[in-house]
């Protein structure tokens, strides 16, 4: 019996000819609070549950684990601007027990 492959989360990711979204996209002027929106919707709930990384697509933890060292280390610079973290209270919580640092728990002044 042929086993049936576990679905590759955010496989179109690998997929011969995939962009990154436009809107994903920081440059050099971008601020905090922009790269954390970027983080959020391009999946950093999930990088934080990566568990099995053989389970994600390649270019996906290269591009969340890359954006993710950029936000810690401090390459985004606060602009004033608040960024409301679109994570419910649950998954804060989660994430704050995982010991995820508070930059990416808490609402950010960005």
Known sequence: MEEIPERLNYGEWDEAGYEIPEEYQLNEHSFLHEAMQVFYAAGGYDFFKVVR???????WLDFI??????????????????????????????????????????????
Not at 53 to 59: G, I
Not at 81 to 108: I, K, W, Y
């Open 65 to 110: 684990g890359n954006l993710f060292q950029e936000i810690y280390s401090g390459k985004y610079h606060s602009d004033g601007a608040l960024h409301d973290n679109p994570l419910d209270s649950e998954r804060r919580r989660s994430l704050m027990e995982q010991g995820v640092p508070d930059l990416f728990t808490g609402d950010t002044i960005g």
């Open 53 to 59: 990384a053989e389970k994600y697509a390649d270019r």
